[in-house]
Each structure stands twice: as C-alpha cells, then as structure tokens.
C-alpha cells in the first residue's frame, strides 16, 4: 500500500463555508416547512447511493463485456475512462484494479477521503469516517464483515490507500449465471460499495428478490 501522502489542502469535502452555507440553508428551508426532511433524505441518497455511481457502474459493465476495453482499462485506465465521457476533478489520475479468485481488493483514503467522483458521486459517510480509515489498514476482513462480506481466508486482501495524486477503482468480479445480460442488465449488479470493495458485485438472483 503507498506510504507517500502529498495530500496537502486537496480533500475532496467541500470548503468549509460553503458547506456551512449549505447546511444553513437546508436547516432554513425544513424549519419553514417549505422541505419535507424525508424528501430532502431521500433526495440526496437518490444521488449519492443511486445517480452519482451510475458512471463507474457503466465502466465496470463495459469492461465485463467487452474484453479489449477490459485490457485498457487496467493498463491504461484514464485514457479508457475519458473515451467514456467520464472525466472531471478528483478523477484526473485513476487506477483500476481487478477482483480475481485469488485477490479480492479494498480502497480507502487513511489521511482524508480522496475519491473518484466522476465515476461514484458523492463519498459515503462511512468513508470519511475515522474508524473505517482506520480499521480498512488493520483488519480489511473485518471491515468488510461488517458489510455483509466474506473473503475466502485463501484469498489475499489488498488494501489501497488513495492519495491527492491517485484514485482507485475496483473492478468486481462478473457474477456467475450473467451471461446472457445485457450491459445495461448488468450495470444493475453494479453497486457503489462494490467499486470501493467493501462489498461484491449483486447476483441476478438477488436483484430478483428485491423487486
């Protein structure tokens, strides 16, 4: 795992004014009962859990079907993302790395929370957290317990820690009984938390039971 922080002043969490000013004004509008707070929730999970990942979910699904964008997206990772449309701050420098049978992958950022953006929208909470930085470095198995998660104890964990310089995405693996789907199908097997690794990619069968 890289030692080498240059993190300086470049987080990813908005300046803190600006969030303050945010904040201000969300608490503004549910006191004057012109926001409902549970639409308000509802509204930002739409964005953070369902719309912002979309990006990263098509990249993965592309790279499942499609073996030759598979190849360049591990070796050359930025150029095959730009071809995408996919490029912005916070995702200048990418790298992906590949979910196998032997190695099962995890990203943290254990100074601040550096974060692709442009391919999974907002960071998640548990992200920026201390406890999750921490732990991610120590005990990646249980990290991922917690999410439901186990990794085989003859699979190797490699823990990737994100700096202002460089940015990981996890490529899953392809769920088993998948290939008759659609890239589309498929970027519905896609979560956000399995681009981060804490959680691997959705079985067909799941996403049966839950509609």
């Known amino acids: 795992m890289p030692n080498d922080h240059r993190h300086d002043q470049d987080h990813t969490d908005p300046p803190p004014d600006i969030e303050l000013r945010v904040k201000s004004l969300e608490s503004l509008l549910v006191e004057k009962g012109l926001v409902d707070p549970e639409a308000l929730d509802a509204l930002i999970d739409l ?120 940015r990981y995405l996890v490529l899953p693996q392809r769920p088993e009984g998948t290939e008759g789907l659609s890239e589309e199908e498929l970027m519905e097997l896609v979560t956000r938390n399995a681009m981060i690794g804490v959680e691997e990619a959705r079985c067909p069968e799941s996403e049966v039971r839950k509609a």
């Open 47 to 166: 964005y953070q859990d369902k719309i912002g990942p979309a990006n990263g979910k098509h990249v993965v699904a592309r790279a499942w079907t499609d073996e030759a964008f598979r190849r360049w997206l591990l070796d050359d990772p930025n150029a095959a993302i730009a071809s995408m449309g996919y490029v912005g701050a916070q995702g200048e420098q990418m790298r992906v790395v590949e979910n196998t049978d032997d190695v099962h992958n995890l990203v943290v950022c254990t100074l601040c929370s550096c974060y692709p953006w442009p391919l999974l929208g907002l960071p998640p909470v548990w992200y920026k957290s201390a406890p999750y930085r921490a732990q991610a470095v120590v005990d990646p198995r249980g990290v991922m317990a917690q999410f439901g998660t186990e990794v085989a104890e003859g699979k190797e964990v490699r823990v990737w820690d994100s700096t202002s310089e460089m």
